[in-house]
DNA sequence: GCCAACGTTGGC
DNA sequence: GCCAACGTTGGC
């Protein structure tokens, strides 16, 4: 079961809204990077996902979360109406693809971004890793282990 | 295929 | 609000 990491600004959704969500599952839409989207795609259902706070006051990991529902093309690309809307991408060629998570639990304790930076261990990182800005990433069991560790 | 300009991300 | 870092776009 792998393990995975997303960014969120909690004003847009947070493990809040995971929490009060129908059936709480949240579909996770909108990511519109190549190397974020080809992780979206060899996500499984089962596999835990950290949820990452960011562009806030209290920056770090809020809460696990778990996908429920493999890849699919996101149906945003394809709303006109969407901020999300792609106009090269096409229902017979889909640029853009959706997994849906669901509410696993929500930290006792937020773990802050400046423990993560000092944490031995998490050197290959991306989220730490210097102007890096790819929102979604994998986790490898050892380094989900250390970070939880702090929880 | 190069690369400058531009827009976005995201911590501070 | 600032700005460094990065990804994307588009002219050539």
């Known amino acids: 079961m792998a393990k995975w990491l997303v960014k969120t600004e ?18 996770w839409d909108g ?9 979206l795609k060899e996500m499984s259902e089962g596999d835990e996902v950290f949820v990452y706070h ?3 006051r209290h920056i770090g990991i809020a809460g696990i979360v778990r996908v429920v529902k493999s890849s699919y093309p996101d149906p945003t690309q394809f709303r006109a109406d969407s901020p999300y809307h792609d106009p ?7 640029r853009w693809q959706a997994v849906d998570m669901a509410f696993v639990r929500k930290l006792e304790r937020l773990i802050p ?5 000092s944490m031995q261990g998490l050197e290959g990182l991306p989220l730490i890793r210097r102007g890096n ?7 490898t069991e050892e ?7 702090s929880a």
Not at 19 to 24: G, I, P
Not at 88 to 94: A, M
Not at 113 to 117: A, E, S, W, Y
Not at 143 to 149: F, T
């Open 10 to 27: 909690p004003s847009e959704c947070s493990i809040d809204d995971f929490a009060k969500a129908e059936n709480q599952i949240i579909p």
């Open 31 to 39: 990511v519109r990077n190549y190397q974020a989207r080809n992780f």
């Open 54 to 56: 960011s562009s806030c």
């Open 88 to 94: 090269k991408s096409t229902r017979e060629n889909p």
């Open 113 to 117: 971004l400046d423990g993560i930076k």
């Open 133 to 139: 800005r790819l929102s979604v990433m994998p986790v």
């Open 143 to 149: 380094q989900w282990r250390i970070i939880l560790a």
